[in-house]
């Protein structure tokens, strides 16, 4: 018996039309293992999130819950570009964490607000930028899940992710009576059925290619 063997490779990487695709995905996740970080910035961190988010009434400070994880792996490395969220390098950003040192960590609080402040005004998009990576960091923590899980009312169902359990344990039941009031109709799935579009529909708002595919 005679065999063939299949002598074609599969396409590289280089060849494979996905792998642009994958280059224009930020990595889930961040970046792993994150960028290096010294103590002094860790407490330049951690004071500048202390002072966006106090901690109090039952929710811990951002120092409390390791936001700086978070920094660290979000924040693009030396040798990636800073082209996603929050769009910032590691050079630029410890170098900023380095300006303010040990004196603004050492600082009273009422000095530390008037420096952010002024920061705010000066280097507006570092500061948002710092500032929505605070909120986003500090949300995702599990202490404070669980803290707006227990203080807030509105917040008992809230979970890190809705999947796999979703939300039918905190959701009140459909009202049947009021479901009949209901009127109007719909068109079920599997009697939905592909329609003739008009050709100066199809030509009026159609992209090039849509376009050369209907003259096709």
Do not use: C, H
Not at 176 to 192: I, N
């Amino acid at each position: 018996m005679d065999i063939t063997l299949n002598t074609n490779r599969p396409p590289s990487a280089e060849r494979d039309p996905r792998s642009r695709f994958r280059a224009e995905k930020p990595p889930i996740g961040g970046w792993l293992p994150g960028i290096g970080i010294t103590p002094t910035q860790t407490s330049v961190l951690n004071a500048i999130a202390d002072q966006l988010i106090p901690g109090g009434e039952g929710f811990p400070a951002p120092s409390e819950v390791d936001v700086v994880s978070f920094f660290r792996r979000y924040i693009a490395p030396e040798s990636q570009e800073p082209k996603w969220f929050p769009f910032i390098g590691e050079s630029e950003f410890r170098a900023r964490l380095d300006a303010l040192g040990e004196e603004f960590v050492r600082s009273s609080r009422a000095d530390q607000v008037e420096t952010l402040k002024t920061m705010e005004r000066t280097e507006e998009f570092l500061f948002a930028r710092i500032r929505d990576m605070t909120y986003y960091a500090y949300y995702s923590r599990p202490a404070v899940i669980t803290a707006i899980n227990k203080n807030l009312e509105a917040g008992k169902d809230l979970r890190n992710s809705p999947q796999p359990f979703g939300y039918s344990d905190t959701m009140e039941g459909w009202d049947e009576k009021l479901l009949s009031r209901v009127t109007g109709t719909y068109t079920r799935t599997e009697d939905v059925r592909p329609v003739e579009i008009p050709e100066n529909l199809r030509k009026s708002n159609a992209t090039p290619l849509e376009e050369s595919q209907v003259k096709a």
